[in-house]
């Protein structure tokens, strides 16, 4: 019975850090939905995009406040997680404080944790003030109600009470050295908790040694639960910041891709030389002709679906978005979220169907987003520039046009008129490309 | 307009073998649009004043298919793009200017994929090395001391990072530039972007080239300076919309140059 605690342990520990893995495979299958984006060039520049805007958080200090409560929240969870190492090998071996031989650095390090445990404990309630009581434009967005608002708030509780948690430990744990009780080695500064002793004035050692053990098991516990409710919330950007900044795009951002399959149908259209039927045969053998531009999840690229999953849904695009400034329905943050949303669903019609999707007559088109508010971008790249993780809505919305011009002829009626214009005569007016010169010899 | 404008055509060039050492891409905007064309012949006219040798499309100049690509033809743009390049190619053109942003991106971003590339340069970027290289002299003149607001268009700036080369050149007209509450990597569109600009806008609470406006105004200037066709059309309706046009001019950053030694 000695080794129970451990034993305990152990299988908590398997039990979520399997839990986890499970989701995480989930995670991949789902973004492996997406189109194959092979991305190989400027592995440098990539680097150090990576380490400059998710590692040094450049693009979340463009708004101070927010960025640096945002900085102080993110090096405590990244600087206590040495604690948390700690905490493991403690659990699985039976040992109490095992670093404390580390004796001064001990005590910095445990210092600085608490320092820090304090700190992010103001950021959260800084955080959920923002949100619930000043109620900031960019939180209350028609999105951001049900389970996206009920999210945010629970990753705020969760962190405040991990923190508790940690600093009531130490607190504990802090006045049970003092009492010189068994185990208890005295090591560590407790900068924070040393003021909690005043809760633990006259209990009793073995309620001491309960409240410290609650602490100390809850605290664990809480960090396996966060790990997996990870897969279910916003949150999943704490670790998908890091490939999405890898990933994202170099480069001008005025610059659009252009279309590979087009690119080969316009060829065979302008060179007079070319069969036409030199690839017929490709339809005969009824391979599928490609799609223009996406309907579904399954025709953006797998970057686009690791864009939505990184989504934490902050909406700084949103708030920088003219057509959403301007009161249209388009929220870049919604592009995202529905992305998102509707990746999700198919993952659990793949999961219910063993692996095969059974077609629900759903697509992202229309029973997610809507065409009003792909119309209603002005493709000014706000959004982009806006995103604290190189998350690029616009080209879902730039997809998404393709689809509904090029596979369904559904531009706005303006807009043939315009693509007519440019077809007959080289403009999107109805001028003559024969005036087009007329300008120099007016007055 | 004091002297009459010289503008070569490449058909006329090439015909007595002659390469002019830069293209004017005037664009649609710029041929048709009665604006526009203001802005065009102000380019023109310093080109001609700085002895410029250069030339334009003419009548074999097409759209580069920049609407069409963002509003999701990316068929149409293709086809504009590869007959464009085809002309340009067999001009052997190396570098162009142009004074619309939407066509200084795609021709010098998305073309190249294409099999167009060539040195492309946004008319600021131009007007602003033809000053660093003495071709031409401004001191002052009559913007001078004038509260102008520069009004960043989304692809010049955001889409290219090109900010600094129309500020230059407003500085140089000894001119007090005040800055908009979002300018440079924050500009607010003029609402005209992505095909908008031919189309009625969705269901909203305003129009987002009154917003613009109205973020323009704040800043009390005499002049409104833009840098691209569309944009000035939107910010002379918002103006007008706000009935400010009689104290509150919309101007091409061209225009500045080209007009403030004009008496």
């Keep these: 019975m000695q080794y129970l605690p451990n034993i305990l342990f152990v299988a908590a520990l398997v039990a979520g850090i399997g839990f986890f893995i499970r989701n995480v495979k989930k995670l991949a299958r789902n973004i492996k939905l997406g189109k194959k984006a092979v991305i190989t060039d400027n592995t440098s520049m990539r680097w150090k995009n990576m380490l400059r805007i998710a590692l040094g958080q450049t693009k979340m200090v463009v708004r101070p406040i927010p960025g640096l409560l945002h900085i102080i929240v993110y090096l405590g969870f990244i600087i206590i997680n040495i604690e948390v190492l700690e905490i493991i090998i403690d659990g699985v071996l039976g040992t109490h404080r095992i670093f404390s031989s580390l004796g001064r650095i001990y005590d910095f390090l445990i210092a600085t944790f608490e320092i820090l445990a304090l700190l992010v404990i103001i950021a959260v309630v800084i955080f959920w003030v923002r949100r619930n009581l000043i109620r900031l434009r960019r939180f209350i967005k028609p999105e951001m109600t049900g389970w996206p608002k009920t999210d945010a708030n629970w990753i705020l509780y969760i962190e405040l009470i991990l923190m508790v948690l940690f600093l009531t430990m130490n607190g504990a744990d802090y006045q049970l050295q003092h009492l010189d009780a068994a185990h208890y080695t005295k090591a560590g500064a407790f900068p924070i908790s040393q003021f909690f002793t005043t809760f633990f004035d006259g209990m009793s050692m073995s309620s001491l040694i309960l409240i410290e053990r609650s602490a100390w098991w809850l605290h664990i516990l809480g960090i396996l639960f966060f790990l997996n409710y990870l897969y279910y919330s916003k949150h999943l950007h704490i670790l998908l910041a890091f490939p999405n900044t890898y990933f994202g795009k170099l480069g001008p951002k005025g610059k659009f891709n252009n279309l590979e399959s087009v690119t080969n149908e316009v060829r065979l259209m302008m060179d007079p030389s070319a069969d036409p039927y030199a690839n017929s045969s490709e339809v005969e053998t009824g391979e599928e002709v490609p799609k223009f531009g996406a309907s579904d999840v399954m025709d953006l690229t797998r970057i686009q679906l690791l864009n939505a999953y990184t989504c934490t849904e902050c909406g700084r695009c949103t708030n920088e978005c003219p057509a959403n400034q301007t009161g249209k329905k388009l929220s870049p943050r919604k592009i995202m979220m529905d992305t998102r949303d509707r990746l999700e669903e198919v993952g659990k019609n793949l999961d219910a169907n063993k692996g095969i999707f059974e077609n629900d007559g759903k697509q992202l088109l229309d029973d997610y987003i809507t065409r009003e508010e792909l119309w209603a971008c002005t493709s000014c790249n706000a959004c982009v520039e806006a995103c604290p993780v190189s998350i690029d809505p616009l080209s879902i919305i730039m997809d998404m046009r393709q689809y509904l011009v090029m596979e369904q002829s559904a531009a706005p009626s303006e807009l043939n008129n315009m693509m007519g214009n440019i077809e007959n005569n080289g403009a999107p007016w109805p001028f003559n490309q024969m005036d087009r010169l007329n300008w120099a010899k007016e007055d | ?263």
């Design chain 2, 1 to 263: 307009m004091e002297s009459e404008l010289k503008v070569p055509t490449m058909a006329e060039l090439s015909a007595t073998g002659q390469q002019p050492e830069v293209l004017f891409w005037v664009g649609c905007a710029g041929s048709f649009d009665d604006r526009a064309k203001r802005i065009t012949k102000a380019f023109v006219k310093i080109l001609n004043r700085a002895q410029v040798s250069f030339a334009v499309l003419g009548t074999e100049e097409s759209c580069t298919g920049d609407p069409a690509k963002r509003a999701g033809n990316e068929f149409l743009f293709q086809m504009q793009a590869v007959s464009n390049i085809e002309v340009l190619n067999a001009y052997e053109i190396k570098k162009v200017v142009t004074a619309c942003p939407h066509c200084f991106n795609t021709l010098k971003n998305e073309y190249p994929e294409l099999g167009g590339n060539y040195q492309v340069m946004h008319h600021t970027q131009f007007l602003d090395e033809l000053i660093k290289n003495g071709k031409i002299t401004l001191e002052g003149g009559k913007f001078k001391g004038k509260r102008i607001t520069y009004h960043d268009p989304c692809y010049l700036g955001r889409a290219n990072n090109v900010y600094q080369a129309p500020r230059d050149l407003i500085a140089k007209l000894d001119a007090e530039l005040v800055e908009m509450k979002n300018c440079k990597k924050k500009g607010l569109c003029c609402g005209a972007g992505g095909a908008q600009m031919f189309k009625e806008p969705e269901k909203g609470d305003k129009d987002v080239n009154i917003e613009r406006t109205e973020q323009a105004l704040e800043t009390k200037p005499d002049i409104i300076a833009a840098a691209c066709p569309f944009c000035n059309t939107m910010m002379t309706d918002g103006v007008k919309n706000k009935e400010k046009e009689g104290a509150i001019r919309v101007m091409d950053v061209a225009e500045l140059i080209a007009n403030s030694e004009d008496p």
